[in-house]
């Protein structure tokens, strides 16, 4: 059973890959033809959000993973802080949460099946400081999520957990709600330095929980950088709690 497990992931990950290539050289380039910036984005967008919510509900059907969410509501125009413990972390929430665009990783742009994705719905995390407020601030008033891990990279339960500026730094510039949302997982699935077969020999679950929004007004601190901190600590209080 482990074993079939395995080869339907990988199966799995064929198919995304394959449809991210016609995605990103065929479907994007040609519709952007026809559309302007910010009609590409919000178009892009809602296909993204469609198609991931797709490549999830497929893993969800095949039984190798369920979701359970608690405490879930639309939103728009919050930052979303999340934990990251899985590869497939990104994909669950931009399935779950519309118009959302995400922070990526530049090594992203690299990739040849997610490159043009990146370019058109997510924004890069190497671009200047004052850019990248600039492009997340006017994404926020025109009503898109943006989905930050503030922990930069994949982490689980036993490693200490630290918080970059990033999301702090959004909320004093843009006075947008935080959205903590915590992803646990009952098996390791898909976590650093763990083979991408590796399925267990049951279903696995993760489990998606909303806290209450952090809002800027709740804190009070003589600078901006002590304002930052208060933020990311308690973005990392509500991680552990």
């Known amino acids: 059973m482990k074993v079939l497990r395995g080869f339907l992931v990988i199966l799995s990950f064929i198919i995304f890959g394959i449809g991210s290539l016609i995605l990103s050289f065929l479907f994007l380039p040609i519709a952007g033809i026809f559309l302007k910036n910010k009609q590409k984005r919000e178009y892009?967008?809602?296909?993204?959000?469609?198609?991931?919510?797709?490549?999830?509900?497929?893993?969800?059907?095949?039984?190798?993973?369920?979701?359970?969410?608690?405490?879930?509501?639309?939103?728009?125009?919050?930052?979303?802080?999340?934990?990251?413990?899985?590869?497939?972390?990104?994909?669950?929430?931009?399935?779950?949460?519309?118009?959302?665009?995400?922070?990526?990783?530049?090594?992203?742009?690299?990739?040849?099946?997610?490159?043009?994705?990146?370019?058109?719905?997510?924004?890069?995390?190497?671009i200047d400081i004052e850019e990248f407020k600039t492009e997340c601030v006017n994404a926020l008033n025109d009503g898109y999520n943006i989905i930050i891990f503030p922990t930069g990279t994949r982490t689980s339960k036993t490693d200490t957990i630290k918080i970059h500026k990033g999301p702090a730094l959004l909320q004093i510039a843009s006075g947008a709600d935080i959205l903590p949302v915590t992803i646990e997982c009952d098996?390791?699935?898909?976590?650093?330095?763990?083979?991408i077969y590796d399925a267990n020999y049951k279903t696995i679950t993760y489990y998606i929980t909303v806290k209450p929004e952090i809002k800027l007004s709740q804190f009070s601190a003589p600078d901006e950088i002590k304002l930052r901190k208060v933020i990311s600590e308690r973005i990392k209080f509500d991680f552990s709690t």
């Open 44 to 126: 892009f967008s809602k296909i993204i959000h469609k198609l991931w919510k797709i490549f999830t509900g497929f893993l969800i059907f095949i039984r190798i993973i369920k979701i359970k969410v608690e405490n879930f509501k639309n939103v728009k125009g919050k930052i979303i802080v999340a934990t990251h413990p899985s590869f497939i972390d990104i994909l669950i929430l931009t399935g779950l949460f519309e118009n959302s665009l995400c922070l990526a990783k530049k090594e992203l742009l690299n990739n040849i099946f997610l490159k043009n994705i990146i370019k058109n719905v997510y924004i890069p995390n190497n």
């Open 187 to 195: 098996y390791p699935f898909l976590q650093k330095n763990q083979p």
